[in-house]
Structures are given as C-alpha cells and as structure tokens.
C-alpha cells in the first residue's frame, strides 16, 4: 500500500504581502512610541535640570541683592553723618571739596554715592551688582502738606496777660489744597492713556489726601470722612495720621491703580514727621517741575526755564545755597536763577532749606546671576543715634 504525502497548501502570495505589512507598520508604530517616549523624558530631565539650575541662580540673586542692601545700610549712615558734619560748620567736606574743585574734579565727593547706580561691580563667575542710592527729598513728601497738630496753651496767659485758647499749629489748609491740586493736575497731565481714562477730579483727590492724613475726622468737602472707606470690601478707616507707605496713598478715594503708578515718579511718604519739602539740589526735572514759588495767594509752579537752570548748575556739580560760605567752591545763589523766581516771587513751597540735609534714602540693590535678575528696594532712616533703620523694602519687577 502506497502512503500518501500530505502537502500544505500553498500561501498565496498576497496573503504572504498583507502580513508582513501588518508586522512593518506594528514595527514602526513600537519605533515611534520609543523615540517619542525617550524624547519626553530627554525633555523632562532638561527642563529638571533648567528648573533646579533656575533655582539656585535665583537664590544666589536674592542673597547677593540683599547681601547689597547691607552694604548700603552702612554707606547711607555715614552719608549721614557727612552730611550733618557739612551742615553743621564742621568744614571737612568743604575743606576736600575745594581741594577737589582746585585739583579739577568734576565729581565732588559728597556727589559720589549719587553716582553709584550708574557702575556695576562684577563679583566674579558671571554675576554682578549693582546698588544705587537717592535722597527721599527728592521727591515731594505729602506728609509734610499737613504739620503734626500740637497743643499750643491750655488755659495759660500771653505774653501780655491776655487768656490763651487751646489752637493748634497746622500747614496753611487752603495752600496746601490748592497745591496739591495743582500738583496732581501736572501728574494727571502727564500719563499716556487715551482721555477717556485720566477723567480725574483733581481737586477732590486733593481734598481726599489732606482729609486722610490730617489729624481730625473733619472732612474738607462737608461728606462723612469714612463713608467711602466703610464700604469697602474690606472696610477700613482714613488714618487720620502720615502714610507710612507710597502703596497707601492707593487706599485713599479717587486714587487708583494707574494714578498712583504715576505718582510714584513724583511723590514720597518720607521722612515721617518732617516738614521738610522737595530738595531742590537732588531733584530730578519732572520733579522739580512741581515745585511752586511765589506768594501764599499767587503761588505757582516753577517755570521750564527755571527749572532748566537749576539742572544745569546740577551739571555743572554746583548747588544753590542760601548761606554761600556753606561751600564757597559750589554754592550759587537762588537769586541767579529764573530771573529770581526763587527768591522774589515769594518762599518756595513747600519749604526747604538750600541745601537740604539728606536723612531718609531709597536704596536699589540689583544682582545678576546668569540670566537671571533680582532687584530690591528698601527705605532706610538715619536720624536714628543707633544706626539706619530698615522703614520698608519690596521686590521690584521689570526696569523701573
């Protein structure tokens, strides 16, 4: 008996094609699932690595800004008691600074720590530091538009034996208010957004500010003082004392965000309890430009001419002096200036000594590290006996 070979079928061969393009495209597929997994994970450890790199330059920033703060803590006491040694006949400073003015220097050295922002130290290793520092007269200090209210007498006899009241000691209201209207009339004229958006009411601002840091609830346009400030959410109250911070004066009604952004260039809250007003030696122009002269009922703001020459005596390192043997070498006399507008138009207001004596500073510490940057600010009093006082700090965003 003859045994039968079996013989499979043959495959066809287009079955044969179909399968070994199923296995090519689960091939690819496993290929692409790879390459996009390792790609992600590639990824993912770069941005790890970017992130913890990011991390430890923005700590190194942050150390090395404040590490500047310190520095300039120490530097701004001993402006201060340069300055008070210059104000008071001490004579050291002017002794060096018509040493330098007869040697040709441009810079005097009571100028120098003006100058600071404009050099940066390179500490090595691609990071860098820079600090500057400004006198806080250089701004208007709102404060002082309203004097601290004391107790003259109570029930005690004048000089001629006449009954004394109980009054107080105050700023002129009514020169305060319309200079500060006046003053915020300029900033308001000077912010870029369509008009639609500066439709401020200055003069209420005005009455709003003085009424929220005098001493009494007594409000100057005849409403509730704190009603508008009892319906907020959170409700408070207007202090009825100094703003301890420029970021306060945004509490008061009728200022909002971008007022107050633009009173910043303007505007300071310090230093607290002084009556002193703009530093007409440290001032930048636009700031200058809201300084007024001319008498209580006639009082208006500086010219553009006079304010145009009082920078150029600043660029020439001269200050304007009411007592010219302060520094003989750099004191001009404010009659020189505008035709006299400093002088015979009327007392400067708010009042100021020439020169003034620095006490209060704005400190900026920026420290680079790599790509990235950190830049804080701090306020720091030196009347203190004990050394520099630390009023307030914050982190600053962008170029300011």
């Known amino acids: 008996m003859t045994q039968l070979e079996f013989i499979p079928p043959a495959v066809p061969e287009r079955r044969r094609r179909r399968s070994?393009?199923?296995?090519?495209a689960i091939v690819l597929v496993l290929i692409f699932v790879l390459v996009i997994a390792v790609s992600a994970f590639e990824r993912r450890a770069i941005i790890d690595t970017s992130v913890a790199g990011n991390r430890l330059d923005a700590a190194?920033?942050?150390?090395?800004?404040?590490?500047?703060l310190r520095i300039a803590a120490a530097m701004v006491y001993v402006i201060h008691l340069k300055e008070k040694a210059g104000a008071s006949g001490a004579g050291a400073d002017n002794a060096v600074g018509q040493a330098s003015a007869a040697a040709g220097a441009t810079i005097p050295p009571d100028e120098l720590w003006s100058r600071m922002g404009d050099y940066e130290l390179d500490v090595g290793a691609g990071r860098t530091l820079r600090v500057s520092i400004e006198d806080e007269g250089a701004w208007l200090n709102l404060n002082a538009l309203v004097a601290p209210t004391t107790n003259v007498s109570s029930g005690?006899?004048?000089?001629?034996g006449s009954q004394a009241s109980d009054t107080t000691t105050s700023a002129d209201d009514e020169d305060a208010e319309r200079y500060l209207e006046s003053v915020l009339d300029y900033i308001i004229g000077g912010i870029k957004a369509p008009p639609e958006d500066t439709l401020y009411d200055a003069g209420a601002i005005a009455r709003n500010i003085l009424d929220y840091i005098d001493a009494d609830s007594d409000p100057r346009s005849g409403n509730d003082e704190d009603r508008y400030y009892r319906n907020q959410d959170p409700p408070y109250r207007a202090r009825n004392g100094p703003f301890l911070s420029i970021d306060e004066i945004g509490l008061v009604e009728g200022v909002d965000a971008t007022l107050?952004?633009?009173?910043?260039?303007?505007?300071t809250v310090h230093p607290i309890g002084s009556q002193q007003g703009i530093n007409l030696n440290r001032a930048q122009p636009w700031v200058l430009s809201i300084v007024a002269v001319g008498t209580s009922d006639d009082r208006r703001l500086l010219k553009q001419q006079t304010v145009r020459e009082i920078w150029a005596l600043r660029e020439k390192s001269k200050i304007l002096c009411d007592d010219l043997g302060y520094d003989p070498a750099r004191c001009v006399s404010p009659n020189e200036m505008g035709n006299g507008d400093l002088t015979t138009n009327g007392s400067i207001y708010p009042e100021s000594p020439?020169?003034?004596?620095?006490?209060?500073?704005r400190v900026v510490?920026?420290?680079?590290?790599?790509?990235?940057?950190?830049?804080?600010?701090?306020?720091?009093?030196t009347r203190s006996r004990s050394g520099p006082l630390l009023l307030s700090w914050r982190r600053l965003r962008g170029r300011q």
């Open 20 to 24: 070994a393009g199923i296995v090519l």
């Open 60 to 68: 190194e920033a942050d150390a090395l800004a404040r590490g500047g």
């Open 365 to 381: 510490a920026e420290a680079k590290v790599g790509k990235l940057t950190r830049r804080i600010e701090a306020i720091y009093d």
């Open 260 to 267: 107050l952004e633009a009173m910043r260039n303007y505007v």
């Open 354 to 361: 020439l020169p003034a004596e620095a006490s209060v500073f």
């Open 156 to 160: 005690t006899n004048d000089a001629d």
